[in-house]
């Protein structure tokens, strides 16, 4: 059997258009093919029947992931409609295969002889899965279901296009970027009329909510941002909330909440409920005190302010770790320039997973994408992508995308980092928003390199435990001698140690109120699905400002434009589910992360298993125990 190799991408304009419509209609075709003889193969055993249903999963995989990368990343507009067409296609054929009753019987009530434990819990999913497709229903629900589905798909992509193409700019006079770092206002220079132009783009927003000393400037640029998309999206949201509603209904949920989390860790939709009930307790209080420092700071500039904004929040922050725990925010970008934040990241990773990142060429969508495969001694694991800077028509926010399923011996797994990172110094949370982004890319290459299923390959896992590996490789970012391998100023110096400890203490004020921010668009995301508001604006201001007490800027959308509502639907409350088991990984590695055979267990037991088995055996395996609360809880309270 000969290695299986990475893609090889176009080379012209022509290519990328047969690539992006060509390729993932062939596949279609393909699934459709082998359905025919799932139904046709009465005689078919057990295992054969899954097997060929592995081979559509490959397929509808392949598909979907190239798709679904070009429709988010191609700089051409053409490639990328042909691409959002077919991520149309595809899930209107995962509909249609979901209420096929032909297909359905293929596997219900199959008998298990002769099937190991993973191929047993494929099997269980597949009924599962049909039965949460509605295949069970009457003829006329099922066209229904089939219809509302596929007007989901429609939906979001819509909604996720408006946001891409919603990139806005703001005009201001120079004076405005009073507090910025040079480099920043050297980038942003002064046009005829004495004005500079800002962008909604991650490169100016971020900046200008930490280092803006003018409150007008902060407010205005944030302002603008808050209104990405709308109004555009909002009869979008409000069909696609809908249609959801219709769906669960139909299918015999209580709500869409109930829908969605019957494949997670979580359960129900009243466990949603009830944790962030619990996350909303244990931070109350230390929120509160926090607002008060905010407060009273922002008073120190602003007399007469009566209350903390979002477009304050981070510029108090940052303020207050300046002058209280002598931590200057412009002083640490100065050891983060982007080249070496890269250079790091591979290296740290590299010791950590026991690989080696050997750069290709391999002719990518875009110049900027730098392409690595990922090896260990004489094999080729996989093969990854970073596509880091903005552009226009580029996806505008940091995400991983699959862009190859890994099957053993049959294809390469290959995933590709989306973000929006400065060509020169970054933030330091821009560097945690980095590793937090590769703990993805690596999980879904080491848990692919050996998959025998496409259902379970990579980061096919329970959707609330898929942020955890990522969220527990951010606490690299946060070790200073992690940090010291790479973070050097201009003049070759090493970020100090005490300033590293200076920023995890600093980094422990305002954690509550993060947390409340996050809760924040957890019960939006949880509330609009099983609320459904008439008033979206009134009601999304109404659950911000009811999860913290750092106030939402006025008569903002911010709904518009959040981009997790299609992908996550009602369940955002994943990224503090995930939170509370990563906190719990970390104490395995206790004063050492670069513990060699902490890194090999964690590795072996977490990442490398994918889905095949439930995320709870999986913590439980690594950890010789149950996960629990306790490590979140002591985080929370500052440790």
């Avoid at 391998?485 to 070759?492: L, P, Q, V």
Wanted: with cysteine; charged share 25%.
């Amino acid at each position: 059997m000969t290695d299986p190799q990475p893609l090889a991408f176009p080379a012209d304009h022509a290519g990328w258009l047969a690539f992006a419509a060509e390729r993932p209609d062939a596949r279609i075709a393909r699934v459709r093919e082998i359905d025919a003889q799932l139904i046709a193969g009465h005689e078919l055993s057990p295992l054969a029947r899954l097997q060929l249903w592995n081979e559509a999963s490959i397929a509808v995989a392949e598909a979907a992931s190239e798709a679904s990368l070009l429709s988010e990343s191609h700089p051409d507009a053409d490639v990328r409609a042909a691409a959002e067409a077919r991520v149309q296609a595809i899930d209107a054929l995962l509909s249609q295969r979901a209420l096929d009753p032909a297909l359905f019987a293929v596997f219900d009530g199959l008998a298990t002889d002769g099937l190991d434990a993973t191929a047993r819990r494929l099997l269980a999913h597949i009924q599962r899965d049909f039965r949460r497709g509605g295949v069970d229903r009457d003829e006329a629900t099922r066209d229904r279901l089939r219809a509302l589905a596929e007007r989901d798909t429609e939906l979001s992509l819509q909604f996720s296009r408006n946001i891409r193409d919603g990139r806005r700019e703001l005009k201001l006079p120079a004076e405005a970027l009073e507090g910025l770092p040079q480099d920043f206002i050297d980038a942003h220079p002064v046009d005829d009329e004495g004005l500079v132009t800002l962008t909604t783009e991650y490169t100016d927003l971020m900046p200008v909510r930490e280092f803006a000393v003018r409150r007008s400037t902060r407010t205005a640029l944030l302002s603008v941002y808050n209104d990405l998309a709308w109004p555009d999206n909002d009869p979008v949201l409000a069909e696609l909330l809908a249609v959801r509603a219709e769906r669960a209904e139909l299918l015999g949920y209580g709500d869409w909440a109930d829908y969605e989390t019957e494949t997670r860790m979580i359960g129900s939709s009243a466990a949603i409920r009830s944790f962030l009930d619990d996350i909303d307790a244990a931070t109350r209080e230390v929120a509160a005190a926090e607002y008060d420092r905010l407060l009273a700071r922002l008073r120190v500039d602003e007399p007469d302010a009566d209350a903390v904004t979002s477009a304050d929040l981070w510029y108090l922050l940052s303020a207050l770790k300046r002058e209280e725990y002598a931590v200057d925010a412009q002083a640490v970008r100065a050891y983060f320039a982007f080249d070496n934040v890269l250079a790091g990241v591979l290296d740290v990773t590299a010791r950590l997973l026991d690989v080696t990142y050997v750069p290709v060429d391999a002719g990518a969508w875009h110049a900027d994408v730098r392409s690595y495969d990922v090896v260990r001694g004489d094999r080729r694991l996989g093969r990854i992508h970073l596509d880091l800077h903005p552009r226009e028509g580029k996806y505008n926010h940091a995400a991983c995308f699959n862009l190859a399923p890994g099957i053993a011996g049959r294809s390469l797994p290959e995933g590709v980092l989306l973000c929006n990172f400065s060509r020169g110094l970054l933030e330091h949370d821009q560097v945690v928003t980095f590793f937090h982004e590769f703990g993805h890319l690596v999980h879904g290459i080491l848990g692919g390199a050996d998959a025998v299923w496409a259902d379970f390959s990579g980061i096919e896992t329970e959707w609330d435990f898929v942020e955890a590996p990522s969220q527990l490789l951010e606490e690299w970012a946060w070790d200073a001698g992690v940090l010291a391998t790479f973070a050097r100023n201009a003049d070759g110096e090493a970020i100090p140690a005490d300033l590293v400890e200076r920023m995890r203490v600093a980094d422990a004020f305002g954690r509550a109120l993060e947390v409340t921010r996050q809760l924040g668009h957890a019960n939006v995301s949880y509330g609009l699905h099983v609320e459904r508001p008439s008033d979206l604006q009134a009601a999304v201001e109404g659950w911000y400002r009811a999860s913290s007490p750092v106030h939402p800027l006025p008569n903002g959308h911010t709904y518009a434009g959040f981009g997790h509502l299609t992908g996550y639907g009602a369940c955002y409350y994943t990224y503090q589910w995930s939170l509370v088991i990563a906190r719990d990984l970390l104490s395995a590695f206790g004063d050492d992360l670069m513990d060699p055979a902490v890194a090999t267990r964690y590795r072996e037991r977490i990442l490398e298993p994918g889905g095949s088995r439930d995320a709870a055996d999986l913590v439980a395996d690594f950890l010789g125990r149950p996960y629990s609360f306790d490590a979140y809880r002591a985080w929370l309270a500052g440790a």
